[in-house]
């Protein structure tokens, strides 16, 4: 795989978890841009038999992620506004609301997920990462990633359950 073909298959992918944990949008656009170019720097001395690709991209990112956050000086905050807004093209108000309505509830639930939590879930849902990648990158053992991703998504539902009886 060249970088072209890797840059390719995982902006989306890499995007969305630094979105997870920047909540900014100019700035994952600037944390982004630092992970890929991060990875172009360091990819002729990526070793296959050290990591899937997937995984070395992504302790990258979370890296990153990680000298955002120091840069700034404070932890994370959920930033409902920022991170519910989504360039679409509804075609009725109600529907567009809604969607933005769900997903300012989904995102206050993760905001209420400790660090680590946050963490795996990003890596899982919004980067598609195995468990066992995620083990890899993270230095947990494959079934405490899964425990860890089984209490955060029980603990999401509760919030979001209560959220729609409100």
Do not use: C
């Not at 890797?6 to 902006?11: G, K, T």
């Not at 630094?18 to 944390?31: A, F, K």
């Not at 890929?36 to 997937?54: H, I």
């Amino acid at each position: 795989m060249n970088f072209t073909e890797l840059y390719d298959r995982y902006f989306a992918k890499v995007y969305n978890y630094v979105r997870y944990h920047v909540r900014l949008p100019d700035e994952t656009d600037d944390v982004t841009g630092k992970v890929f170019e991060a990875a172009l720097n360091r990819f002729e001395t990526y070793d296959a038999a050290r990591a899937p690709v997937q995984a070395w991209l992504f302790t990258i990112a979370r890296n990153a992620v990680i000298d955002w956050a120091r840069a700034r000086n404070k932890r994370n905050e959920v930033s409902l506004d920022d991170a519910a807004e989504q360039p679409g093209t509804e075609p009725r108000a109600e529907a567009a609301l809604e969607k933005k309505e769900e997903a300012g509830m989904l995102l206050e639930a993760v905001a209420g997920l400790d660090e680590r939590s946050r963490d795996i879930i990003a890596l899982k849902f919004s980067s598609g990462m195995t468990n066992r990648d995620i083990a890899l990158m993270t230095g947990l053992g494959e079934s405490n990633v899964g425990i860890v991703i089984y209490r955060a998504v029980k603990k999401m539902q509760a919030v979001l359950e209560a959220k729609r009886k409100l």
